[in-house]
């Protein structure tokens, strides 16, 4: 099987590195073309936890990856401002609390809640408690530890990971050519593609094709018409401006997003700088005035000229058609809120794995492929609907816009069961477990009407007991945890460009 990627960048060389290391070489054949003219959007710095199972997959030491990105861990994202001004909370890489007669921790701390002053459910939370500490450590193996409870994810530089993942894919096989496409043949009469022409004039000819081109989508979009489905109407962040700094302070273990007066900034720490970006909404604000807030906000001066980047959240109608799949910005883009675009590629390569096709083409691979990602991607969407509809704030148009949006049923139904008694659904697709919702929901100040009366089971002081025993020991056992930075400089980080 002939396989052409078109495009590089982390998308590219992800799907590249992935066919050649899990796919049989007998059965495939991987080439990739890309152009330096166009270059790549190169600012997806943070990730989600999914990103180790990949690069285990593949087989990559962690310290060699890291020291070869530049990364540092992740051990969830803090959210300023979301909810109310002055408000802070983070989305933990773990759960919060331990399961406690079967019935899910949160319910009974939301029936501590209304009999005495038990205190934020953060507080429960080994990843969050190490995360304000600056401690990090990586999860014991042992599953009864304390130090079980958590996960975590990695900050590195893009750029710099689509390079790893190049090195790894071209030792494996995969052939890379250089130059522009200007031309896109089909088949007469299926109307799959059959080659690409470069500017050069060379051909190259494929049976499957991978369409890494971003938000462009030069085959699934300019060529197949596949359509694309806007979200705005619900996420209206539309444009962002990125630019690098020097750390100023300490590096800490997780991500940030601030939200502004018409968007959010982002702030990625990496070992030799600081990733920074303004997400806004050009129908609330002007590029000039998102551009000043961006820079007034840096702890130290810009290390290079701030880049823009303008979208439109959403996703193909069709992200696999005919001999064509789309995977990166190529096939949607859900905005940086929750580092979710890596993941959803990491998600659309495990699926073009399990329905990679034969020779002869198969109608329900493409059907399924369509079908789940649909899934995912809505299910994410709805994720990140939450954080901006679940606001309190009336102090600019943006936010009143947020506030009183109309969101999609699914979210509306999710919200509604939530509100009335503190049940979080579980579904097989979508990324965001249950205290992923709950950080957000209880964050921005979403409580149920009620708790589960099934928590009156257990006596109110051995209730009190418990949750107490629980805080004391998710407090011990960060203790225990060295700081982040000396966790990095003991496998290898410098720290070039970041402050001691």
């Not at 049989?24 to 054949?29: A, F, G």
């Not at 522009?180 to 060379?202: F, M, P, Q, Y």
């Amino acid at each position: 099987m002939r396989t052409l990627i078109v495009g590089g960048g982390t998308a590219g060389w992800m799907t590249a590195a992935a066919l050649a290391r899990l796919l049989p070489q007998r059965l495939v054949n991987i080439r990739l073309v890309e152009s330096e003219q166009i270059g790549t959007v190169g600012v997806g710095e943070a990730t989600v936890p999914h990103i180790r199972f990949f690069n285990t997959k593949l087989g990559f030491d962690e310290a060699d990856f890291m020291a070869r990105t530049r990364a540092t861990f992740k051990l969830g994202i803090e959210f300023r401002n979301w909810g109310r001004i002055g408000d802070a909370y983070i989305h933990p890489f773990g759960a919060f609390g331990q399961d406690l007669a079967g019935i899910p921790f949160h319910q009974h701390w939301l029936r501590a809640r209304l009999a005495c002053h038990i205190g934020s459910i953060q507080d429960f939370s080994l990843p969050i408690l190490a995360a304000h500490s600056g401690r990090f450590a990586r999860p014991d193996e042992d599953l009864s530890s304390t130090l079980s409870t958590f996960s975590y994810a990695y900050q590195f530089d893009a750029s710099l990971y689509a390079a790893y993942l190049r090195s790894f894919a071209e030792a494996r096989g995969v052939r890379r050519s250089e130059g522009r496409i200007v031309k896109v043949a089909r088949h007469a009469e299926r109307g799959d593609i059959e080659s690409v022409t470069l500017e050069n004039g060379e051909v190259l000819a494929a049976d499957f094709f991978v369409d890494c081109s971003g938000f462009r989508g030069l085959l699934i979009e300019e060529t197949l018409g596949a359509g694309y489905e806007e979200w705005t109407e619900w996420l209206p962040c539309d444009r962002a401006w990125a630019a690098p700094c020097n750390m100023a302070g300490p590096l800490t273990p997780y991500t940030r997003a601030t939200a502004h007066d018409a968007g959010w900034f982002w702030r990625i720490p990496l070992q030799h700088r600081v990733g920074n970006g303004h997400v806004y909404s050009s129908a609330f604000t002007s590029d000039e005035t998102a551009l000043a807030a961006l820079i007034g906000q840096l702890e130290s001066p810009p290390l290079a000229e701030p880049r823009q980047l303008r979208f439109t959240a959403g996703k193909r109608r069709k992200q696999w058609s005919g001999n064509v799949v789309s995977i990166g910005l190529a096939a949607g883009f859900l905005e940086p809120l929750e580092s979710t675009s890596i993941h959803l590629i990491q998600l659309a390569i495990g699926y073009l794995l399990d329905l990679f096709p034969g020779r002869e083409r198969e109608p329900m691979n493409e059907a399924e492929f369509n079908r789940v990602m649909a899934l995912e991607y809505e299910r994410i969407r709805d994720f990140l609907i939450l954080h901006y509809h679940a606001t309190t704030r009336a102090d600019t148009a943006f936010w009143d816009y947020c506030r009183n949006m109309r969101v999609p049923d699914s979210l509306a139904y999710r919200l509604e069961l939530f509100r009335e008694r503190g049940i979080v659904p579980h579904y097989r697709e979508g990324m965001f477990l249950d205290a992923s919702w709950l950080a957000v929901y209880f964050g921005q100040n979403v409580v149920p009407q009620q708790y589960d009366p099934l928590c009156d089971r257990l006596p109110a002081e051995a209730l009190a007991q418990r949750l107490e025993d629980i805080r004391g020991e998710y407090a011990a056992a960060v203790q225990q945890m060295p700081l982040h930075a000396d966790f990095l400089q003991g496998i290898g980080a410098d720290f070039r460009g970041a402050a001691e």
